[in-house]
């Protein structure tokens, strides 16, 4: 299986871990002050703003 096949599969089998990974792949100048949760298994992440 390839790069991509792995990874999107990783993608779909923990989207949390996958994301958080990706997010920490990037050099922040200042951290997103939001989180992503999804609401079901297939559906495209909802941003929701961090509790302050």
């Known amino acids: 299986m390839g790069a991509y096949?792995?990874?999107y599969?990783?993608?779909l089998d923990d989207?949390?871990?996958f994301w958080l990974e990706a997010a920490g792949a990037i050099p922040?100048?200042?951290p997103p002050p939001v989180r992503?949760?999804?609401r079901?298994?297939?559906s495209l992440p909802v941003v929701r703003p961090t509790p302050s």
């Open 5 to 7: 096949e792995e990874d």
């Open 9 to 11: 599969r990783r993608s």
């Open 15 to 17: 989207p949390e871990g």
């Open 28 to 30: 922040w100048t200042k």
């Open 36 to 38: 992503w949760t999804t």
């Open 40 to 42: 079901a298994r297939h």
